[in-house]
């Protein structure tokens, strides 16, 4: 090989070797923000020690956001009870209302925390009917009572996190 072949590759290779150098140097681009609803755990139902006030504890399987909803009595008693695999021996509301979509050949798909406003939460489940896709305005504690049920996403819309959740617990708070 000649000595201007053996220079030109030399070059070649530096010039590649510097490349690879430089790309793994550089910080990668940020990730853009994942933006819209998060689907969330239903993480339990609980009593605000201060309020006495029953409380469901959502978590963003996201970004581990949290948000807490206070609830009536009835609402925590059918939230509740599917979470913690509990059959009572009459059917709850709830269950009626999946019970008759099930007749009705009505599926529900999931269940929204679209908004909080004057300190109101509002949802929306989503279902299907053959093709066609049912939205329905709902109480957000019963589209939840009814998505456990139905074993779908319970999502919430990243503006209901950021005006009335709480950012993800640190290591130390678990």
Do not use: C, W
Not at 37 to 42: A, F, M, S, T, Y
Not at 63 to 87: C, Q, S, W, Y
Request: proline share 7%; glycine share 6%.
């Amino acid at each position: 090989m000649s000595t201007r072949r053996r220079i030109g590759l030399s070059a070649l290779v530096i010039l590649a070797l510097a490349g690879a150098a430089e790309t793994r140097d550089r910080a990668d681009p940020p990730t853009p923000k994942a933006t819209g609803p998060q689907e969330v755990e239903v993480m339990a139902v609980l009593i605000d020690q201060r309020t006495q006030q029953p409380t469901v504890l959502l978590q963003g399987k996201r970004d581990k956001r949290r948000l807490a909803m206070a609830i009536g009595h009835a609402e925590a008693t059918g939230i509740a009870f599917p979470l913690n695999g509990v059959t009572p021996p009459r059917p709850l509301t709830h269950d009626l209302f999946l019970t008759l979509f099930g007749r009705l050949k009505v599926t529900l798909t999931r269940a929204v925390i679209t908004d909080l406003r004057d300190d109101i939460y509002y949802a929306t489940v989503y279902l299907t009917s053959g093709s066609a896709e049912l939205t329905l305005d709902a109480r957000p504690s019963d589209a939840i009572a009814l998505a456990i049920r139905a074993k779908v996403p319970v999502l919430v819309e990243d503006r209901v996190f950021d005006k009335g959740g709480s950012p993800a617990p640190s290591r130390q708070q678990i």
